[in-house]
């Protein structure tokens, strides 16, 4: 067997080869800084559960006033029948339908003098 041996490299052919050697690594090395990553994610989780508290809290907010107006229009419609019965009641103690009733039902009527006793006894 023959072995080759090897020649020197030139200086032209040294630099090439590591030319070739540096090409193969990236030109700027990227450096983590986990430190400044931690802060952010912990910004952004802050973030986004004082948004989720916010949003929340307006759900509650429109919940709460839609049950104020149901609330309020449930009052308005018990006095707006408050007021209708008081109008019923006062028809019903009229002295017409009273006299109404007292003579169509009863068969009763309105005596036509009126006379008064006083004891002389008493004085």
């Known amino acids: 067997m023959l072995a080759r041996q090897e020649e020197p490299l030139s200086r032209?052919?040294?630099?090439?080869?590591l030319l070739r050697e540096k090409s193969k690594e990236p030109l700027y090395r990227t450096v983590l800084n986990t430190r400044f990553r931690s802060h952010c994610r912990t910004l952004f989780l802050v973030?986004?559960?004082?948004?989720?508290?916010?949003?929340?809290?307006?759900?509650?907010?429109?919940?709460?006033?839609?049950?104020?107006i149901a609330v309020?229009?449930?009052?308005?419609?018990?006095?707006r029948e408050n007021a209708r019965?008081?109008?019923?009641?006062?028809?019903?103690?009229?002295?017409?339908?009273?006299k109404s009733i007292a003579q169509d039902q009863l068969g009763?009527?309105?005596?036509?003098?009126?006379y008064f006793a006083h004891d002389a006894g008493n004085p």
């Open 72 to 79: 309020q229009k449930q009052a308005e419609d018990v006095e």
């Open 12 to 17: 032209e052919q040294e630099e090439r080869k």
């Open 85 to 98: 019965l008081r109008i019923e009641i006062a028809q019903m103690k009229s002295p017409e339908r009273i």
């Open 108 to 114: 009763m009527q309105v005596p036509k003098k009126t």
């Open 47 to 68: 973030a986004a559960a004082l948004a989720m508290a916010v949003t929340i809290q307006s759900g509650i907010s429109a919940s709460r006033g839609y049950k104020l």
